[in-house]
């Protein structure tokens, strides 16, 4: 089976590390839409790169060059590093964003219609607030896990002749 791994083609690579970032974001919307976990707005972050990704992967089936491989490693490294710094945010290892940790204010002394107010209300979910943890692992760390993985999945492709 490793070997196997070692010796695909650089559109297969391309075509795993394209559909690595799918079942991501498929079990990004299913916490969301099916076990009703609000994303914060760097959870949204996250997405972005998956997306990109998976646009390169499209691209990588119909012109597999090693330019969109390392296009596709740098969106993975990128969105790697967004996990650590989400992990670190929801650690209280750094200060994240005021934007979305609740820029050091409560939501008891914000008034009802600051909440209901949709300008003011996207900043409820918080990023220093772990909503879903595993072993001690939150969705960020697993996210920057998997993005790693997937960094070098797109670099194997970028290696392939």
């Known amino acids: 089976m490793l070997q196997t791994l070692f010796t695909l083609s ?6 795993l590390a394209g559909a690595g970032s799918v079942v991501i974001l498929a079990l990004a919307f299913g916490f969301q839409h099916i076990g009703g976990l609000a994303p914060c707005a760097m959870c949204l972050w996250q997405r972005w790169p998956h997306a990109i990704a998976i646009g390169l992967s499209a691209i990588g089936l119909a012109f597999p060059r090693a330019i969109v491989a390392v296009a596709g490693a740098i ?5 790697t590093g967004l996990g650590i710094y989400h992990t670190g ?3 209280d290892w ?3 964003p005021q934007s979305c940790t609740g820029g ?3 939501l008891g002394s914000m008034s009802v219609e600051d909440l209901l107010n ?3 209300g996207t900043g409820i979910v918080l990023c220093d607030e772990v909503a879903w943890e595993m072993f001690g ?3 960020a760390s697993y996210n920057a896990l998997a993005c790693l993985g997937l960094a070098v999945i797109w670099i194997m492709a970028a290696q392939r002749r």
Do not use: C, H, K
């Open 89 to 91: 945010v929801e650690r």
């Open 104 to 106: 050091g204010g409560d």
């Open 137 to 139: 692992l939150s969705m």
């Open 118 to 120: 949709p300008e003011v």
């Open 10 to 15: 650089r559109r297969q690579y391309i075509a």
């Open 94 to 96: 750094w200060e994240g």
């Open 75 to 79: 969106t993975m490294l990128v969105n």
